[in-house]
């Protein structure tokens, strides 16, 4: 069983930085390309960014540019570093593996950023 846990959301104000963090609770990073997802109230779950096992990274254009993910296999663990924190950035942030494996969702974390 794969268990995901995600932290480091929180409030922030527009144009701050959040780093989230999700922790595996066995190796599988080494095996699946990761994402990160999102869904604000009202939306459907959205794909923000993914790295593959080799660490080639992919981001969805409404966050390029100011989001970061990485992953450290050692920890393993993802993180998305997000700077430049907009509005329309809040939402509840999850991370699984991309393509999503539907067991592995966690409980995410909150990201609220006010203008």
């Known amino acids: 069983q794969v268990q995901l846990v995600e932290s480091g959301g929180g409030l922030v104000q527009a144009g701050g930085s959040l780093r989230l963090s999700c922790a595996a609770s066995?190796?599988?990073?080494?095996?699946?390309?990761m994402g990160w997802y999102r869904q604000a109230p009202g939306k459907q779950r959205q794909l923000v960014a993914h790295?593959?096992?080799?660490?080639?990274?992919n981001y969805a254009d409404s966050v390029k540019g100011r989001f970061t993910i990485s992953r450290d296999h050692a920890k393993n663990t993802v993180y998305l570093q997000m700077n430049s924190l907009k509005p329309e950035d809040t939402a509840v942030y999850y991370c699984?593996?991309?393509?999503?494996?539907?067991?592995?969702w966690g409980q995410g974390t909150q990201v609220t950023v006010s203008s």
């Open positions: 699984n593996a991309a393509p999503a494996v539907e067991s592995y």
């Open positions: 790295i593959t096992s080799g660490g080639s990274t």
């Open positions: 066995r190796t599988i990073f080494r095996i699946y390309t």
